[in-house]
T-cell receptor
Framework: NAGVMQNPRHLVRRRGQEARLRCSPM?????VYWYRQLPEEGLKFMVY????????ESGMPKERFSAEFPKEGPSILRIQQVVRGDSAAYFC???????????????FGPGTRLTVL | DAKTTQPPSMDCAEGRAANLPCNHS???????VYWYRQIHSQGPQYIIH???NNETNEMASLIITEDRKSSTLILPHATLRDTAVYYC?????????????FGKGITLSVRP
Protein backbone atom coordinates (compact mmCIF):
# COMPACT_ATOMS: atom_id res chain seq x y z
CA ASN A 1 0.00 0.00 0.00
CA ALA A 2 1.73 3.13 -1.20
CA GLY A 3 1.85 6.06 1.14
CA VAL A 4 0.60 9.56 0.51
CA MET A 5 2.11 10.87 -2.68
CA GLN A 6 2.78 14.48 -3.51
CA ASN A 7 4.05 16.00 -6.68
CA PRO A 8 6.01 17.77 -7.67
CA ARG A 9 8.51 17.45 -4.83
CA HIS A 10 10.09 20.74 -5.78
CA LEU A 11 8.44 23.58 -7.65
CA VAL A 12 9.96 26.88 -8.72
CA ARG A 13 7.74 29.73 -9.83
CA ARG A 14 8.27 33.39 -10.62
CA ARG A 15 6.19 36.03 -8.93
CA GLY A 16 2.77 36.27 -10.51
CA GLN A 17 2.68 32.72 -11.83
CA GLU A 18 0.36 29.97 -10.66
CA ALA A 19 1.40 26.98 -8.58
CA ARG A 20 -0.49 23.68 -8.58
CA LEU A 21 0.36 21.13 -5.93
CA ARG A 22 -1.02 17.61 -6.13
CA CYS A 23 -1.74 15.09 -3.42
CA SER A 24 -2.78 11.47 -3.90
CA PRO A 25 -4.05 10.04 -0.60
CA MET A 26 -3.43 6.52 0.56
CA UNK A 27 -5.70 3.89 -0.93
CA UNK A 28 -9.05 3.87 0.82
CA UNK A 29 -8.56 7.30 2.39
CA UNK A 30 -11.28 9.83 1.74
CA UNK A 31 -10.04 12.69 3.92
CA VAL A 32 -7.27 15.04 2.86
CA TYR A 33 -5.56 17.84 4.80
CA TRP A 34 -3.13 20.49 3.63
CA TYR A 35 -0.53 22.09 5.91
CA ARG A 36 2.08 24.75 5.22
CA GLN A 37 5.48 25.09 6.84
CA LEU A 38 7.23 28.40 6.33
CA PRO A 39 11.02 28.45 6.70
CA GLU A 40 12.07 28.00 10.33
CA GLU A 41 8.46 27.82 11.46
CA GLY A 42 6.01 25.15 12.55
CA LEU A 43 3.33 23.44 10.53
CA LYS A 44 0.12 25.38 10.06
CA PHE A 45 -3.17 23.83 9.03
CA MET A 46 -4.68 25.20 5.85
CA VAL A 47 -7.67 23.15 4.71
CA TYR A 48 -9.47 19.85 5.26
CA UNK A 49 -11.41 18.17 2.48
CA UNK A 50 -13.45 15.08 1.90
CA UNK A 51 -14.36 13.89 -1.55
CA UNK A 52 -15.83 16.88 -3.41
CA UNK A 53 -16.38 18.83 -0.18
CA UNK A 54 -14.42 21.39 1.81
CA UNK A 55 -14.96 20.66 5.49
CA UNK A 56 -12.72 23.22 7.16
CA GLU A 57 -10.82 26.00 5.39
CA SER A 58 -10.14 28.11 8.45
CA GLY A 59 -6.40 28.16 7.75
CA MET A 60 -6.58 29.16 4.11
CA PRO A 61 -5.54 32.68 3.13
CA LYS A 62 -8.58 34.56 1.89
CA GLU A 63 -7.16 35.35 -1.50
CA ARG A 64 -5.21 33.50 -4.19
CA PHE A 65 -5.43 30.07 -2.49
CA SER A 66 -7.93 27.36 -3.31
CA ALA A 67 -8.19 23.62 -2.84
CA GLU A 68 -10.23 20.81 -4.28
CA PHE A 69 -10.58 17.07 -3.92
CA PRO A 70 -12.61 15.80 -6.87
CA LYS A 71 -14.44 12.51 -7.02
CA GLU A 72 -11.74 11.15 -9.26
CA GLY A 73 -8.09 12.11 -9.12
CA PRO A 74 -5.79 13.79 -6.64
CA SER A 75 -6.42 16.72 -4.37
CA ILE A 76 -5.10 19.99 -5.77
CA LEU A 77 -3.86 23.01 -3.85
CA ARG A 78 -3.77 25.97 -6.18
CA ILE A 79 -1.96 29.23 -5.54
CA GLN A 80 -2.60 32.02 -8.00
CA GLN A 81 -0.26 34.95 -8.59
CA VAL A 82 2.38 33.62 -6.24
CA VAL A 83 4.48 36.00 -4.14
CA ARG A 84 7.81 35.42 -2.40
CA GLY A 85 6.03 34.92 0.92
CA ASP A 86 4.38 31.79 -0.48
CA SER A 87 7.75 30.03 -0.52
CA ALA A 88 7.33 27.15 1.89
CA ALA A 89 6.95 23.41 2.23
CA TYR A 90 3.39 22.25 1.65
CA PHE A 91 2.41 18.95 3.21
CA CYS A 92 -0.61 16.87 2.48
CA UNK A 93 -2.02 14.26 4.86
CA UNK A 94 -4.79 11.72 4.48
CA UNK A 95 -6.91 9.59 6.78
CA UNK A 96 -9.51 6.87 6.27
CA UNK A 97 -13.27 7.34 6.64
CA UNK A 98 -14.65 7.82 10.15
CA UNK A 99 -14.89 4.63 12.16
CA UNK A 100 -17.47 5.48 14.74
CA UNK A 101 -15.46 7.34 17.33
CA UNK A 102 -12.08 5.79 16.67
CA UNK A 103 -9.35 8.30 15.98
CA UNK A 104 -7.94 8.06 12.50
CA UNK A 105 -4.32 9.10 12.42
CA UNK A 106 -3.17 11.33 9.64
CA UNK A 107 -0.55 9.99 7.27
CA PHE A 108 1.64 12.67 5.77
CA GLY A 109 3.24 12.88 2.38
CA PRO A 110 6.82 13.99 1.70
CA GLY A 111 5.80 17.54 0.89
CA THR A 112 6.23 19.94 -2.01
CA ARG A 113 8.87 22.62 -1.64
CA LEU A 114 7.70 25.75 -3.40
CA THR A 115 10.24 28.44 -4.20
CA VAL A 116 9.04 31.75 -5.59
CA LEU A 117 11.71 33.79 -7.34
CA ASP B 1 -7.98 22.54 21.63
CA ALA B 2 -5.87 22.83 24.78
CA LYS B 3 -2.46 24.45 24.53
CA THR B 4 0.69 22.44 25.17
CA THR B 5 4.09 23.49 26.45
CA GLN B 6 7.30 21.68 25.57
CA PRO B 7 10.96 22.53 26.24
CA PRO B 8 12.62 23.73 23.05
CA SER B 9 15.27 21.04 22.93
CA MET B 10 16.96 18.13 24.63
CA ASP B 11 19.54 15.52 23.84
CA CYS B 12 20.30 11.99 24.84
CA ALA B 13 22.90 9.33 24.15
CA GLU B 14 22.31 6.66 21.57
CA GLY B 15 20.93 3.51 23.11
CA ARG B 16 19.55 5.28 26.14
CA ALA B 17 15.93 6.12 26.84
CA ALA B 18 14.69 9.52 25.70
CA ASN B 19 11.98 11.03 27.90
CA LEU B 20 10.20 13.93 26.25
CA PRO B 21 7.93 15.97 28.55
CA CYS B 22 4.78 17.89 27.68
CA ASN B 23 2.58 20.10 29.83
CA HIS B 24 -1.10 20.48 29.04
CA SER B 25 -2.56 21.89 32.24
CA UNK B 26 -5.78 23.11 30.58
CA UNK B 27 -6.68 19.80 29.02
CA UNK B 28 -10.36 18.92 29.03
CA UNK B 29 -11.88 15.58 29.91
CA UNK B 30 -12.62 14.66 26.31
CA UNK B 31 -9.26 15.68 24.88
CA UNK B 32 -6.59 13.19 23.87
CA VAL B 33 -2.83 13.58 23.85
CA TYR B 34 -1.11 12.84 20.54
CA TRP B 35 2.52 12.75 19.56
CA TYR B 36 3.91 13.24 16.07
CA ARG B 37 7.48 13.74 14.97
CA GLN B 38 9.11 15.38 11.99
CA ILE B 39 12.48 14.18 10.87
CA HIS B 40 14.36 16.88 9.00
CA SER B 41 12.57 17.96 5.80
CA GLN B 42 10.17 15.02 5.89
CA GLY B 43 6.43 14.93 6.52
CA PRO B 44 5.30 14.45 10.13
CA GLN B 45 4.87 10.92 11.38
CA TYR B 46 2.28 9.72 13.88
CA ILE B 47 3.79 8.09 16.96
CA ILE B 48 1.16 7.41 19.59
CA HIS B 49 -1.87 8.82 21.35
CA UNK B 50 -3.76 8.32 24.63
CA UNK B 51 -6.57 9.59 26.82
CA UNK B 52 -5.70 8.73 30.42
CA ASN B 53 -4.14 5.30 30.47
CA ASN B 54 -0.54 4.69 29.60
CA GLU B 55 -0.05 3.47 26.07
CA THR B 56 2.71 1.53 24.33
CA ASN B 57 3.34 0.57 20.74
CA GLU B 58 6.29 -0.54 18.66
CA MET B 59 7.67 3.00 18.51
CA ALA B 60 7.22 4.45 21.97
CA SER B 61 5.41 4.60 25.29
CA LEU B 62 3.16 7.40 26.48
CA ILE B 63 2.84 8.08 30.18
CA ILE B 64 0.00 10.41 31.21
CA THR B 65 -0.17 11.69 34.78
CA GLU B 66 -3.22 10.89 36.85
CA ASP B 67 -4.48 14.48 36.72
CA ARG B 68 -3.77 14.48 32.94
CA LYS B 69 -2.01 17.84 33.13
CA SER B 70 1.22 16.47 31.74
CA SER B 71 2.61 13.52 29.85
CA THR B 72 5.92 11.99 28.81
CA LEU B 73 6.81 10.30 25.56
CA ILE B 74 9.43 7.62 26.05
CA LEU B 75 11.66 6.27 23.30
CA PRO B 76 13.14 3.27 25.11
CA HIS B 77 16.34 2.91 23.09
CA ALA B 78 17.02 6.05 21.12
CA THR B 79 18.93 5.78 17.85
CA LEU B 80 20.48 8.45 15.66
CA ARG B 81 17.46 8.16 13.38
CA ASP B 82 15.24 9.36 16.20
CA THR B 83 16.75 12.84 15.92
CA ALA B 84 13.71 14.95 15.04
CA VAL B 85 11.24 17.56 16.22
CA TYR B 86 8.59 15.96 18.41
CA TYR B 87 5.17 17.54 18.68
CA CYS B 88 2.78 17.03 21.56
CA UNK B 89 -0.78 17.86 20.48
CA UNK B 90 -3.96 17.87 22.53
CA UNK B 91 -7.27 17.69 20.75
CA UNK B 92 -10.78 16.41 20.93
CA UNK B 93 -11.62 13.19 19.17
CA UNK B 94 -15.30 12.93 18.52
CA UNK B 95 -15.09 10.46 15.71
CA UNK B 96 -14.92 13.22 13.17
CA UNK B 97 -11.59 13.80 11.54
CA UNK B 98 -10.19 17.26 12.11
CA UNK B 99 -7.07 19.36 11.84
CA UNK B 100 -3.89 19.00 13.86
CA UNK B 101 -2.57 22.13 15.57
CA PHE B 102 1.21 21.96 15.77
CA GLY B 103 3.20 24.03 18.25
CA LYS B 104 6.94 24.54 18.15
CA GLY B 105 7.68 21.05 19.42
CA ILE B 106 10.83 19.81 21.10
CA THR B 107 13.97 19.12 19.12
CA LEU B 108 15.53 15.85 20.20
CA SER B 109 19.17 15.33 19.30
CA VAL B 110 20.52 11.83 19.76
CA ARG B 111 24.29 11.81 20.09
CA PRO B 112 26.55 8.85 19.27
Amino acid sequence: NAGVMQNPRHLVRRRGQEARLRCSPMKGHSHVYWYRQLPEEGLKFMVYLQKENIIDESGMPKERFSAEFPKEGPSILRIQQVVRGDSAAYFCASSPPNRGGIYNEQFFGPGTRLTVL
Amino acid sequence: DAKTTQPPSMDCAEGRAANLPCNHSTISGNEYVYWYRQIHSQGPQYIIHGLKNNETNEMASLIITEDRKSSTLILPHATLRDTAVYYCIVRVTTGANSKLTFGKGITLSVRP
